[in-house]
């Protein structure tokens, strides 16, 4: 997906002000759910390459750009808006079109003519690939892996991958997506199912369980008591339960952030990171993903019984 600046003028207007937007773009995984795979910040726009949990896009988009219009219009001391009415999104095949779609947007820079090579740019996602910078965020495992199994030699071919597209015009169907509004990348089946998808997602909006389903389904699958969620202990099978919980609360609409953390006794900003720990190691560990999969479809259940 694109965000533009409104009228074309520039998103960045002071050398910190990039920082300040990954910071809540990193924030915004850790509240929405989504998962971020590529992202590159230009003068005057930013791409970004999602995996939506289960809170719609526009409302994440939504508080990502309203949040930053704040900040930097303070600093300003200006009033309006900052970026380009609504945000650009192409729903994308991911099977197909990953690998294509993370070169495309790293080597954005470069094709701007903004650097001579991608990890000479230190707004994208190229160089926490590379293992150059940390962005615990940025999700690299799920390309990496199409690449190798160890990590080395999965970094050095991806590497390679984007090298290879400098000096090289993106693929039709990408740079044809890229130029269009709301077009879906992928075949026909894709998009029938995509369809179908989205309207069963607004079906689902009407079942949100409840918080005190959730705090019990997550209490079960870790054979705690549900009030130990919110005692005062900080070993770490309570401390990744809470991190569960609010993931799951998250997107499944359960409860809001603020209340879970009250329920919890705890301020947003450590659940926060409870969030965000548990995010990353989903990635990497079948077993808790798979923990997270069944207390989503008992809470889900139950609240359809």
């Known amino acids: ?37 590529a992202y ?15 809170v719609p896009l526009g409302r994440a988009m939504q508080v990502l750009a309203q949040r930053y219009t704040v900040r930097i219009n303070a600093r300003e001391k200006r009033p309006g808006h900052l970026f380009q009415g609504r945000y650009k999104a192409i729903l994308v095949d991911a099977d197909s079109y990953l690998l294509e779609l993370a070169r495309y947007i790293h080597l954005n820079p470069v094709r701007a003519g903004l650097a001579e090579r991608p990890d000479a740019w230190r707004w994208s996602g190229h160089r926490a ?28 071919a991806y590497r390679r991958f984007v090298a290879e597209g400098m ?9 044809e997506a890229a130029g269009a509004a709301g077009r879906v990348l992928g075949d026909d089946d894709f998009a029938s199912n995509a369809l179908r998808q989205a309207g069963e997602a607004e079906i689902a909006v009407g079942r949100r369980p409840g918080v005190e389903a959730l705090l ?10 549900p009030p130990m969620l919110a005692g005062p202990s900080r070993v770490r099978v309570l401390a990744e339960a809470r991190g569960v919980a609010g993931l799951l609360a998250r997107q499944t609409g359960a409860a809001s952030q603020a209340e879970l953390a009250r329920r919890f006794g705890r301020n947003e900003s450590s659940l926060t990171r409870a969030i965000q720990h548990v995010r990353h190691r989903q990635a990497g560990d079948a077993d808790l993903a798979r923990r997270i999969a069944r207390i989503g479809t008992v809470i889900l259940q139950e609240k359809q019984a």
Not at 42 to 47: G, Q, T, V
């Open 129 to 156: 690939y590379l293992g150059i910078e940390a962005a615990p965020w940025l999700t690299t495992d799920t390309v990496l892996a199409r690449f190798a199994e160890n990590g080395d030699a999965a970094r050095e």
């Open 167 to 175: 000096g090289k015009a993106p693929p039709p169907a990408l740079a």
């Open 40 to 54: 590159c910040l230009m003068p005057n726009h930013i791409h970004l390459l999602l995996q939506v949990g289960a």
């Open 1 to 37: 997906m694109m965000l533009r600046g409104n009228a074309g003028q520039d998103i960045f207007l002071a050398s910190q002000d990039g920082r300040v937007f990954l910071d809540l773009l990193g924030e915004g995984a850790a509240r929405f759910g989504y998962r971020l795979h």
């Open 216 to 225: 019990a389904a997550v209490a079960a699958a870790y054979d705690v008591a």
